[in-house]
Every structure is written in C-alpha cells, then in structure tokens.
C-alpha cells in the first residue's frame, strides 16, 4: 500500500503561483497530478516517470512543471493561476503502461485526499 499526503494548496489571485506537495510512502514508476472542480470531470494535469520526464495536459502546458526528488516527493509548480484552475488537487502514484505515464486517472492506483486551490480574481 502507498500512502499518499498532498499539501500546500490554498488561495491565490489570478496570476498568482502555488507549489503543491505530495509526499509518497513508495516509490512507482509514475507519479501523476489530477484536479477536479465541483460539477466537473476529474482532469488529468500533469505526470512525470522515474527518469523525470513530464507529461502535461494542453490546459497547463507551459504554466505548471511537475517535478520529483530522491525522497519520494512529488511537486507541482503553478504558475499564471486562473480561476478555471480552482478545484481539488490530487496527486496518485501508479505503474508504467506501454512504458509511459499518463494522464488518465485508470493508470494510477494509490490516491491521495488532495488539496483545495482556489484561484480568485
């Protein structure tokens, strides 16, 4: 079992900057981060394999950087906030399919509780 803690959420005005946290029991061949607003779809934002290299989703590419370091913690770099980023953050960790990490939430196993980022304008 993996044991997932995401932090550093909060609020922030439009064009601001947050830099989420997700600290992991494990390590797994990909780390991913998803969001979900309410009344909307879980989306998938950005995951990163072992060797480091990032995948983002065209909605935060170029804006938000996923990154990793050697003690199983996963961060998320956001900058240039807008209101449609507001919503639950999650991160999840979870195994290499055809070799990749993706985006789609199927591919991941463990689950964090997530971290509310509210963006305002």
């Known amino acids: 079992q993996v044991h997932l803690v995401e932090s550093g959420g909060g609020s922030v005005q439009v064009r601001g900057s947050l830099r989420l946290s997700c600290t992991s029991s494990?390590?797994?061949?990909?780390v991913a981060w998803f969001r979900q607003a309410p009344g909307k779809q879980r989306e998938g934002v950005a995951s990163?394999?072992?060797?480091?290299?990032p995948y983002y989703s065209d909605s935060v590419k170029g804006r938000f950087a996923i990154s990793q370091d050697n003690a199983k913690t996963s961060y998320l770099q956001m900058n240039s906030l807008t209101p449609e980023d507001s919503g639950m953050y999650y991160c999840?960790?979870?195994?290499?399919?055809?070799?990749?990490?993706?985006?789609?939430?199927?591919?991941?196993?463990?689950w964090g509780q997530g971290t509310q980022v509210t963006v305002s304008s």
């Open positions: 999840a960790r979870g195994q290499y399919v055809a070799q990749r990490c993706g985006i789609n939430g199927e591919q991941y196993e463990y």
């Open positions: 494990e390590w797994t061949d990909c």
């Open positions: 990163i394999t072992l060797g480091d290299y």
